[in-house]
């Protein structure tokens, strides 16, 4: 079993920025690829950005130039650095970590942009 620590979401004004942490414990033997989600209410949940624990990156067309995705393997923690951020970007991040055989989904934690 894994759990998730989440942290860093919030309201923040159109243009601001956020960084999201997720740090994973328990029954760890490998995490592979690491990353992010996010869902609006009544919609699908879309990827945001993934790293794999060799560092490759891959994000949504969206947030290219704006998100930057990292992590910490040591520490099995994934980060989502959100600059320049739009009201379109309000969603609830759900971060997640593939293990051999399955895929485990943290808590979730919201993001707001307002003014």
């Known amino acids: 079993q894994v759990q998730f620590v989440e942290s860093g979401g919030g309201l923040v004004q159109p243009g601001g920025s956020l960084r999201l942490s997720c740090a994973a414990s328990?029954?760890?033997?490998?995490?592979?690829?690491m990353g992010w989600y996010r869902q609006a209410p009544g919609k699908q949940r879309e990827l945001v950005a993934s790293i794999t624990n060799g560092g490759n990156t891959n994000y949504r067309d969206s947030m290219k130039g704006r998100f930057t995705i990292s992590r910490d393997n040591a520490e099995n923690t994934v980060y989502l650095q959100m600059n320049s951020l739009k009201a379109e970007d309000t969603n609830v991040y759900y971060c997640?970590?593939?293990?051999?055989?399955?895929?485990?989904w943290g808590q979730g934690t919201q993001v707001t942009v307002s003014s």
């Open positions: 328990g029954s760890i033997s490998r995490i592979y690829a």
């Open positions: 997640y970590a593939d293990v051999p055989s399955r895929r485990y």
